[in-house]
Structures are given as structure tokens and as C-alpha cells.
């Protein structure tokens, strides 16, 4: 989808960027999506700022999700027995610290930092509505 936007509207989680039924993140990356368009919203000077700068911070993320979705969609549909037996012999492994954290890691793609770059930088000066540089915001 080229755009997640048009005018007003915004497809956010898996309306705009469903990313694996087999990942089990899709909720995750709606909510979080939310949570930077909504601070996007608080900081940018208008709607159509907003939108752009979300999208340039989100759609990365969300492409990145996407790729490792597909990639894990044969660990949880083997294509062989020997596939089968060797994810059952991992899921073992998997009750191992060390091992149990690779496994989520390569299910689930890298984390992101970037909510929690928010959270720190949340001091940050928000423009209000009644700041007058937001005109035709309301």
C-alpha cells in the first residue's frame, strides 16, 4: 500500500499494514502505531505534518515486521517431517534462556526503539491548540 492516509483518514494496524496471522504482533504494532501517530499529532504544526513525519518513522518498522513475518511462515507450516522435527527439537531448546530468546528474536524481527525514544524525549515542547501557528488545525 503506497500510503497509510488520504486527507484525514488513517488505516492504522492491520488495515493498513497487516503483517502475519502466523507472527502474532499484529495488535502490538497497532497499538504502537497509534501511540506515534497520536504524539505526531501533538507535536506537528498540522495534520498533513503529522501524517508524513508518522509514516516516515512508522512504515520502516512495520516493513521490517512484515519481512520477518513471511520469512517465519515456515517455521510454523514445515513443508517436511524432518522440518517438523527439527522445529519440535527447537521449541524444546526454547525453555533455555540463551536459546528461548534467539527464538522469539527470529520469530519476531528485531525490537524497536522507537516508542521508547518517545518516552524519553516526551519533555519535548508540544504545540498547543491554542498555539496560533496551528491555524486550520481544529
Known amino acids: 500500500m503506497p500510503s497509510w492516509s488520504k486527507g484525514r483518514v488513517v488505516l492504522l494496524g492491520d488495515a493498513g499494514y497487516a503483517v502475519s496471522l502466523l507472527a502474532g504482533i499484529g495488535a502490538s504494532l497497532?497499538?504502537?502505531g497509534a501511540y506515534l501517530l497520536a504524539?505526531?499529532?501533538?507535536r506537528a504544526r498540522s495534520i498533513d505534518d503529522a501524517l508524513v513525519t508518522y509514516?516516515?518513522?512508522?512504515?520502516?518498522?512495520?516493513e521490517e515486521k512484515q519481512r520477518t513475518g513471511?520469512?517465519?511462515a515456515r517455521w510454523f507450516l514445515p513443508a517436511s517431517r524432518l522440518q517438523l522435527r527439527l522445529r519440535r527439537a527447537m521449541l524444546r531448546?526454547?525453555?533455555?534462556?540463551?536459546?528461548g530468546r534467539y527464538v522469539a528474536t527470529?520469530?519476531?524481527g528485531k525490537s524497536t526503539s522507537l516508542i521508547e525514544k518517545l518516552r524519553r524525549t516526551g519533555d519535548s515542547p508540544r504545540l498547543t491548540s491554542t498555539d496560533p501557528s496551528r491555524k486550520g488545525d481544529s
Open 93 to 99: 531448546l526454547a525453555r533455555l534462556p540463551v536459546i
Open 70 to 72: 513471511r520469512g517465519t
Open 55 to 62: 509514516e516516515r518513522l512508522w512504515r520502516p518498522v512495520v
Open 39 to 42: 504524539d505526531q499529532l501533538t
Open 30 to 32: 497497532g497499538i504502537a
Open 106 to 108: 527470529t520469530l519476531t
